[in-house]
């Protein structure tokens, strides 16, 4: 199948989970995740209709978006290191993955120098795995305030990756855990934050993440096919 009937394919499948749970399919975002997948895929993409972009690798990314042509949104998913945000600032619209105080400062400090505001999602690593980034669900909240205080960033929702499992089923107690700590954050009405997106799903398990409140969903390969080589 081309990237075009993917795209054509995983819409549908969103829009019919959305419907299952009551929910409108255009309050439903796709993230074409098109890490370790060259320009020309994403021009591609871009040209069946996708908008949005996300990518983990700060190298390959700022290579890639100078070879797009189309005209894109670029959102950063990926494990961020502080001394690597300067090659994002101005280039990509929303930061999924913000799990620090430090990182955020850092985002803050390099959108200042550009004149410009960067949108957020703070990670959270429900199942609190070594393996993978995110603050704790009990760090949450005042994260969630240290952050909001700066100047250029604004905190729009929350992102996590659930623990792998071979059947979706097993990940949807964390989409439903992410749903839930938004609620709290949102409870406690702090300035500069609005709990309006939720940043999960992934090609194994999206469906179940709309059904549970996903607003973005990062999908790879269920759009361009298995990757080739995975760098971590
Ligand atoms: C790679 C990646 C995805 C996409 O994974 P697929 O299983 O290929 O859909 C989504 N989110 C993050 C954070 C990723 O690193």
């Not at 600032?89 to 985002?107: F, K, P, T, Y």
């Not at 905190?155 to 992410?178: N, Q």
Request: net charge negative; aromatic share 6%.
């Amino acid at each position: 199948m081309s990237i075009a009937d993917n795209l054509t394919h995983i819409r549908a499948r969103i829009a019919a989970a959305a419907r299952r749970a009551g929910r409108e399919p255009a309050d439903v975002r796709l993230v074409a995740v098109s890490k370790t997948k060259p320009a020309e895929a994403v021009d591609e993409a871009a040209r069946a209709g996708q908008l949005i972009f996300g990518e983990n690798y700060v190298q390959e990314f700022t290579a890639k978006a100078g070879a797009v042509s189309e005209p894109v949104e670029w959102h950063f998913i990926g494990g961020l290191q502080s001394n690597k945000v300067k090659y994002l600032a101005g280039l990509v619209a929303m930061i999924h993955s913000v799990d620090r105080l430090s990182l955020a400062e850092e985002i803050d400090r390099q959108w200042g120098r550009v004149g410009a505001v960067c949108d957020v999602l703070v990670q959270v690593n429900i199942a609190g795995e070594e393996t993978k980034s995110g603050t704790s669900s009990s760090a949450l909240v005042e994260l969630v305030r240290r952050v909001a205080a700066l100047p250029n960033l604004r905190v729009k929702g929350l992102m996590t990756m659930p623990p792998f499992f071979d059947d979706p089923e097993g990940a949807r107690p964390y989409f439903r855990e992410l749903k839930r700590l938004a609620g709290i954050v949102a409870a406690e009405v702090i300035p500069n934050v609005a709990m309006d997106e939720l940043s999960m799903g992934m090609s194994g398990d999206f469906e179940a993440a709309v059904e549970e409140g996903a607003t973005l969903v990062r999908v790879g390969t269920a759009v361009f096919g298995e990757r080739e080589y995975r760098r971590q």
